[in-house]
C-alpha cells in the first residue's frame, strides 16, 4: 500500500492537500493550486536552517537539494488548529545507494491551499549511516 493509498480514508480539504504533497514527494511532479501563491517554506536540517517565499520558490527548495523520486511511509497525520501535521519517511536511491530521511511537516492551510510550511528533517542518510545507526540504536518503535 502506498502512502497516498494510506491518506485516501482521509476526507475533505485536509486528505486532499496531504496526497497532493505525499504525491509531490514521491514523483516530482508539482501539483497546480497545493501551495498559496505567496507560501513560505521554513526547512530546517542538521546544522542548517533555509527558507523560501512563493510558489516557485518552495518546490525549488526541494527539487534543487533532494530531486529523487522514492517512496514515502506516512507515519502519521494530524489536524492542527492553523492546518494539519504531517509525519514520515522517505526512501529513494541515488548514487548507487539507497538513502533515508525522516521529516514532520507542519502546514498551515487557508482557502484550500497551504500557505505555510515548517519541515524538520533528519537530513539524509546514506547508507554506511544507516548501518552505523543500525548497529548503534534499538528503536522501541520502528
Do not use: K, N
Not at 35 to 61: C, E, K, N
Request: aromatic share 8%; with cysteine.
Amino acid at each position: 500500500m502506498t502512502a497516498v493509498d494510506t491518506l485516501a480514508t482521509v476526507d475533505g480539504e485536509l486528505g486532499d492537500l496531504a496526497r497532493q504533497l505525499v504525491t509531490w514527494l514521491e514523483t516530482g511532479v508539482r501539483p497546480e493550486a497545493m501551495f498559496a501563491d505567496d507560501v513560505f517554506a521554513d526547512l530546517t536540517v542538521p546544522h542548517w536552517r533555509v527558507q523560501a517565499q512563493g510558489s516557485d520558490a518552495t518546490f525549488h527548495l526541494r527539487e534543487d537539494e533532494h530531486p529523487f523520486q522514492g517512496e514515502v511511509r506516512v507515519e502519521a497525520l494530524d489536524r492542527t488548529s492553523r492546518g494539519f501535521l504531517l509525519q514520515f519517511e522517505e526512501r529513494w536511491e541515488a548514487e548507487g545507494q539507497r538513502w533515508y530521511c525522516r521529516e514532520l511537516v507542519h502546514c498551515t492551510v487557508a482557502d484550500g491551499r497551504i500557505t505555510e510550511l515548517a519541515i524538520s528533517c533528519t537530513g539524509d542518510w546514506d547508507e554506511a549511516v544507516q548501518q552505523r545507526h543500525a548497529d548503534q540504536v534499538r528503536l522501541l518503535r520502528p
